[in-house]
C-alpha cells in the first residue's frame, strides 16, 4: 500500500508542479489527478495496483468532511456575510455535477450497451 501512496501523492506533486510552473488556474491536484487517469488508461495494470488503497481511502471518505466543518466554523463570519451566495453557488454547482455525471453516464451506457443480435 505505501507503493500505492508514492504513486498517488506523486501524481498530485506533478499536479501541483505544473500548476505553478505554468501560472495555471486550476488546482495542482486536479491536474494530477487527470495525469492518474491518463496513466490508469495507458498502463491497466496499474489499476490492480492502487485498488486496495482506494478501497480503503473511499471506505474512509467520511473524514475528509471534518476538516470541512472545521474550515466552517474556523469562518463563520464568511458565511453570515455571504451565505446567500455561498448558498445560491452550492445549490447550483451540486445540481450541474448531477446533470454532468448523469450526460456522462447516458453517453457511456450507449457506448458500451451490447448490441441486440436478435
Known sequence: MIGSIVIL?????????IARGFGLP??????????LVAALWLRPALEDTMRP??????????????PAGTGIVG???TVRDSGLALLVVLVVSTALAIVAGAWVFAVLARR???EDGA
Open 9 to 17: 501523492l506523486s501524481f498530485q506533486l506533478a499536479g501541483e508542479v
Open 75 to 77: 469562518n463563520l463570519d
Open 26 to 35: 486550476i488546482p495542482g491536484p486536479v491536474i494530477g489527478l487527470v495525469l
Open 112 to 114: 458500451f450497451a451490447p
Open 53 to 66: 488503497l482506494t478501497s480503503t481511502l473511499l471506505g474512509h471518505l467520511s473524514l475528509l468532511f471534518v
